[in-house]
C-alpha cells in the first residue's frame, strides 16, 4: 500500500496555480493527454510535463501512455490527508455557526 | 503526520453585519454560541476560550476592522503534538442583500512555520476556495 503523502507536500504541490489549474482541468475533465491540457495551460509543453511529474510525484495524477502520448486522470483521493481535519473542523464551526444562528433570533427579542 | 491544514466555512445569515459583529466580539455573546471567554475587541488583546470538555484555548487579537474582520490566533498547547494546535482564525463579514455573509477561514501552521503565515496567506485562501470546488467534482 501507498505511503499516504504528506499535507506539506500536497499544499507545496497546489500552491503553484498553473499546476493547480491543470490539476483542477484533471478532475473536471476526466484523463486527458498532455497536448489536450497544454492547448488550455497557458504555457508550453515541456512547463505542463514538468508540473505533472510534479503532481505525480504527490499521487495527485496517473498517467497511461498510449502509443506516443502519454494520458493523465487526477486522482482526488489523494487529497484525503488534508480532509480529515477540514472535516472535521468544519463540522465544528457548522455547529457552532447553528448556535450563532439561533442566539442572533434571539438577539431580535 | 505533519499539521499544516486550514478549513473554510461560510454561512449567510439573516440578520445585518452590524448585529453579527456584536456577537463576535461582545464576550457574553461569545459565549452563547462559542466558548466563555475574555475577549476584547481591541488588536493585540491577548484572551482564553475555555471549552465544555476542559480545554482552555489561547488567543490573541491580530486584526479587528469593526463589522467586516476579526481574526484571532487559536493556540491549544498540549505536550502531545498530535493534540497540540497553533492556528489563525479569520472571520470576515460581507454584507448582502438579505443579510450578511459570514467566513470563518482557520488556518494552522506548525510553530516553526508561523512566520511564513503572513506570506502564505493570501495564496491559502485562494487554494481553499478552489479546492472546495474540485472536492464538490471529484
Redesign the interface.
Known sequence: MAK?H???AL?RT??DPTR?AI??RL??GGEQSVAALTAHAGVSQPAVSKHLGVLKRAGLVRDRPEGRQIHYS?Q?GA?A???D??RQ??GF??A??D??????K??DQ | MSETRAVVVEREFAHAPEKLWRALTQPHLIEAWLMKNDFAPALGHRFQLRGEWGGVLDCEVLEIEPERTLAYSWNFAHEDPAYDLQSVVTFTLIPTPAGTLLRMEQAGFRPEQKQAFGGAHAGWKQFFEQLDRVLEQA
Open positions: 499516504p504528506a499535507p506539506d499544499f497546489l500552491a493547480r490539476f483542477e478532475c473536471r487526477a482526488p487529497l490527508p488534508l480532509l481535519w477540514t473542523m468544519a464551526w457548522e457552532r455557526f448556535d450563532l444562528d439561533d442566539l442572533l434571539r438577539m
